[in-house]
């Protein structure tokens, strides 16, 4: 069965430093994996999926199929990034979504 | 993308009630879905909503608990009966094209069973 793991459930970083968000996941096949942000008073939201290899709002994340894991990275945080964060897996045409990961950014 | 609008946005209900969640998209969609997200517990997915046929269900959830309508491409009802404190949570409607590639969520219902 299809599994994401969030290891974080906090994070806290100082405005301009570097942020990395942690997703492990398990999966039998070819994996399609998402990133999905909620700002506060916000709806639930696509941030970037793998297979666009973009970056959005300064935001990348790689799949590495060996170590199965697809973290999001950002190397100067803003403080308008605070939210909560989703790493998604699409088994099918459904997501599974890991526990989320809030991402506070003091000033 | 698409716009999900949710009614109502919150209720608070009495135990043994059951509440109607409506889920309304600006444009035809290809899949519906419905999630529950638990206070401070991540997103479950609860069914797939069918156009003109019976939702699929995911393990632990049950048609009798989580009736769910979906009579065209862009309208679907979740009901939550017989409610208990343990059915509140927020509710989310989703929606996607079938083109694997985005999910668009709706702004969730919060509901409170006393």
């Known amino acids: 069965a299809q599994r994401v793991t969030q290891p974080e459930k906090l994070l806290s970083v100082f405005k301009g430093a570097p942020v990395e968000l942690k997703c492990n996941y398990s999966?039998?096949?070819?994996?399609?994996l998402f990133w999905y942000v909620q700002y506060s008073r916000q709806r639930l939201q696509l941030l970037l999926r793998?297979?666009s290899r973009e970056s959005i709002k300064g935001f990348t994340a790689d799949l590495n199929k060996g170590e199965t894991s697809f973290h999001l990275k950002k190397p100067f945080a803003q403080e308008e990034d605070s939210a909560m964060y989703y790493c998604a897996l699409l088994n099918d045409y459904k997501l599974s979504f890991g526990a989320g990961t809030t991402v506070t950014v003091r000033a | 993308s698409a716009v999900i609008s949710q009614k109502p946005s919150r209720d608070i209900c009495q135990r043994g009630t059951s509440l109607t969640i409506q889920c309304q998209v600006d444009?035809?969609?290809?899949?519906m879905f419905w999630y529950r997200q638990q206070p401070g517990q991540s997103l479950t997915l609860i069914a797939t909503?069918?156009?003109?046929?019976?939702?699929?269900?995911e393990s632990g959830f049950v048609i009798d608990k989580f009736p769910i309508s979906r009579p065209n491409l862009t309208f679907s009802t979740l009901t939550v009966s017989n409610m208990s404190p343990e059915d509140s949570s927020i509710y989310l409607c989703?929606?996607?094209?079938?083109?694997?590639?985005?999910?668009?969520f709706g702004p969730g219902t919060r509901l409170t069973v006393l």
């Open positions: 909503a069918n156009q003109g046929s019976e939702a699929t269900y």
């Open positions: 793998h297979i």
């Open positions: 444009s035809q969609v290809t899949m």
């Open positions: 999966y039998s096949g070819s994996p399609e």
């Open positions: 989703s929606a996607d094209r079938g083109r694997r590639d985005e999910q668009f």
